[in-house]
């Protein structure tokens, strides 16, 4: 042990007083992996803990300045009270347990969806692993769904993966495009502020982040001139390989243009990146005269100078949307234009995990074929959805004027996804040493019971400051959550003024 | 582009006949990541995919020497006809649906169940995200199932990690240990023969591959003196911080004896290695005089000086055992002895990806919490359970027994897990270019359409030839399996003599 010690240039271990040599740790925060603790991911971060063990201790009986912990940190819909889609779990129930196909209270579109899902299982059993790429007739499903979405641009079921969640698929897909080292090494575009799996792939991967910021004037738009600065500047450090856009935007909610989304393409054809675009938010639209375009449509529409060469992957997911089924772990990706080889290497690389969970398959396969008209369950299933997204809508109204009417803060619409991202001006007194927004985002989940994700876990430009807040609260809640929020930061300025 | 092709050293694109420059794809085989490219996983390589192939033709009419292909490559009971435990299905089926919990054909037990792993889901929704970490109650019980099975030995469930299958956890836990370059570069021992998620997880993640053989002559035991060899050379070339082993093996089907794992863990503590034990077979015991001795109870047993010190990893798994539930992807670790700023690298680590699907959580803690005496599932629960492992053990049995009836196969006995991993004699004629015993195995699959694994894909002595056969296949299916194995075996020695 001395000696394996000394190989790795770590300081010799002291004898104890019995004169045992203790043993040094194999693994400690010197000799881990360095790649993982560059990762962050303020999502799930230190205000998160705090809130965590302040649920605790409310549990305990003990006394705070509020009876209730509001999680408002993450896209948790079903935690923030949302109701299941009746049809999705009927499935599901049917898929579990197959005796339940004699049941006769469950009605028969769901038990013949639940049929033909088990067709599809070896052994007709969910038990059973599928195909690394996914279970055959799901991703037919997915693309006749993804055909039926874009006015009838043709997809390839084999150009579909099935994945553990939309954030599997984009590490796998990052995975693939990092190369090189120093100057050479694969450097990636994000925009700024970014969902933060991003930055944390990356930084696992060793991967170079590029930042280009969303102009927050212009409601969180993308300006092609920042992509070029961003770009430009960076290849003088790094090989820019791949650019990523979230649309509707995470955590900045606003809807690209379908005129965006082509300058988009043209920059990333002239340019030679590989594009990734998360749409995992493709329902998730609320705002009058937004649209959700995908990026696979656009770029057909473009014609085959562009159909034919832009190399793109995107994103979906069941954990959003209407459904907000994140417990399933369920997603999708669709590749366009991989090359071949690549494409094998990827299939492979996939069949090491062996397969994505088969619920989450299950579920997936039910959100791209819900209930069709004529089916005895589609008018539930139509009402249960549109009550769901016009309740978000509401909320995302609800959130944007609230908040807009305290002094210090500004915020643009929620046109889309379920988050609002206002600016906060926090006084120079608030500068305590740790970032100002982390400072004034524990102080808020101390004092009021609220849990946000401060604004620099998911970048913003230097001196500005924000929070990530999201919509999902039932209507009553959100409201006294929206003024507790008012009510604290009028304080907060005050105080530090 | 043709300037960002150039600055990657690529060949400048060429004109096309309309003048129009073809744009380069940004990702190819020779500017992905290398590491992906050295990936290897002969347990869905290319036997499956042209076995798959196969059953596609056969669907389509096409004549074939065969009715129908027999896939014995890989672990999945239900695939195989095994049937889930009626519990534990109806469990899920509660949880999926809750108002089945309103159905009288449901057994008592299995609701309150269903109702305790429902309180602990945010908004009781299987459709929540729970901690990264997995849901508090379940890592309770399988706390409190691990001190049943180890006969009092403390656990914590602060210790224990859910993950989406055991292979995630594997992978999470060597991506911790990886670092350095050149000879500090991390090296992990792993058996030869391995199961092949280990040396495709060191190839992903660039890690050294130390092999130690296990003793094919003495019923694939374990020698000191071989980890000691294999370690003393890995030294000069790389700095080995891990040993994996697989008890009960795969592919290999050893138990390993309460005094080898003793000595394991004497020589882990000798050499400031890190343990990591894959425990996934820990029911699929059937030799006489063979037993489960987990490596935490032994590490516990032998005292503090090895109890206090001994970095260890244990993992587990819904997908063996007795209820084969692979595509529900459910899995935990526990992780003794870790450095606390560590494990809070680990827990970061794990909270980027969410969290392990909830489904697979709630098995998980089936599992662990099954019908106990006195409940109402109770006899069912029992008599489906040793239904199926004492099947299991027939069949480990009827495999060894007919294998060796062969002139030119020798078979180890089976005493667990669920694979024969026979030694074959291969004729030198055979030998044609590819790896002999993949030539062997691809014959085997065109003439009789069974699905093997060749020996190569897991690693073995060089000059030795293996396949490995999962005991899956219902008894009957089993012997008519067994005797075309048997009858292809002579046809093809006898070919190439």
Redesign the interface.
């Known amino acids: 042990?001395v000696l394996?010690?000394t190989?790795?240039g770590l300081p010799k271990p002291k004898m104890s007083e019995n004169g045992?040599v203790?043993?040094?740790?194999?693994?400690?925060?010197d000799?881990?992996?360095?790649t993982?603790?560059n990762?962050?991911?303020a999502?799930?971060g230190p205000i998160v803990a705090r809130a965590?063990e302040l649920e605790k201790e409310l549990s305990e009986g003990m006394k705070k300045p509020f009876a209730e912990v509001i999680k408002a940190n993450?896209g948790?819909?079903?935690?923030?009270?949302?109701q299941?889609i009746t049809f999705f779990?009927?499935v599901?129930?049917?898929c579990?347990?197959p005796e339940?196909l004699n049941?006769s209270t469950f009605p028969e579109d769901a038990k013949s969806r639940a049929r033909r899902i088990l067709q599809s299982?070896?052994?007709n059993?969910?038990?059973?692993?599928?195909?690394?790429q996914g279970i055959d007739s799901v991703r037919q499903d997915v693309a006749r769904y993804i055909e039926r979405r874009d006015g009838g641009v043709p997809c390839d079921p084999d150009d579909i993966y099935l994945t553990?969640?939309a954030?599997?698929g984009i590490?796998t897909m990052l995975?693939?495009?990092?190369?090189g080292e120093g100057v050479?090494r694969t450097g990636v575009m994000i925009s700024i502020p970014q969902y933060p799996?991003y930055s944390?792939?990356l930084a696992?991967l060793g991967a170079v982040q590029i930042n280009y910021y969303l102009n927050e004037e212009k409601c969180w738009s993308l300006d092609i001139s920042e992509l070029q600065r961003a770009l430009d500047e960076a290849?003088h450090h790094c090989?820019p390989?791949?650019l990523c856009i979230i649309n509707p935007g995470n955590p900045t909610g606003q809807v690209q243009s379908r005129e965006c989304i082509e300058d988009v393409i043209r920059f990333a054809?002239?340019?030679?990146?590989?594009l990734m675009a998360d749409e995992v938010y493709q329902d998730n639209v609320y705002a009058d005269g937004c649209q959700f375009h995908s990026f696979k449509k656009v770029l057909f529409e473009m014609g085959p100078?562009y159909s034919d060469?832009?190399?793109l992957a995107s994103f979906h997911s069941t954990s959003k949307c209407y459904?907000?089924?994140?417990?399933?772990?369920g997603g999708y990706m669709e590749i366009i234009?991989?090359?071949d080889?690549?494409k094998a290497?990827l299939t492979?690389?996939v069949?090491?995990?062996?397969?994505?969970?088969?619920?989450?398959q299950a579920l997936m396969d039910l959100v791209v074929n819900p209930p069709q008209p004529g089916e005895p369950s589609y008018d539930n299933f139509i009402k249960e959805r549109t009550a769901t997204l016009s309740a978000l809508a509401e909320k995302a109204k609800l959130t944007e004027q609230i908040l807009n009417t305290v002094h210090g803060i500004s915020c643009n619409p929620v046109q889309g996804a379920m988050y609002s991202f206002p600016r906060i001006i926090i006084p120079e007194k608030a500068d305590k040493g740790q970032q100002p927004d982390m400072f004034y985002c524990m102080k808020m989940l101390e004092e009021t019971g609220i849990c946000l994700v401060p604004g620099s876990g998911f970048g913003q430009k230097d001196g500005t400051y924000h929070f990530r807040m999201t919509i999902l609260p039932p209507r009553d809640k959100l409201q006294i959550l929206l003024n507790k929020v008012k009510e604290f930061h009028q304080k907060f300025t005050k105080h530090y003024s």
Chains 1, 2 share one sequence.
């Open positions: 042990v394996s010690a190989r790795r045992v203790p043993r040094a740790k194999v693994l400690t925060i000799t881990m992996n360095p993982v603790k990762v962050e991911y999502v799930r965590v993450i948790d819909a079903h935690a923030m009270g949302q299941p779990r009927q599901l129930a049917l579990s347990y339940l049941d299982c070896g052994g059993s969910m038990g059973s692993y599928s195909a690394s553990t969640g954030s599997d590490m995975k693939l495009l990092v190369c050479t799996l944390a792939a696992e290849r090989n390989r791949a054809a002239k340019e030679g990146l590989f100078e060469t832009v190399e459904m907000g089924e994140c417990g399933f772990r234009n991989m090359d080889e690549v290497q492979k690389l069949s090491v995990r062996l397969c994505p969970p088969v619920p989450g």
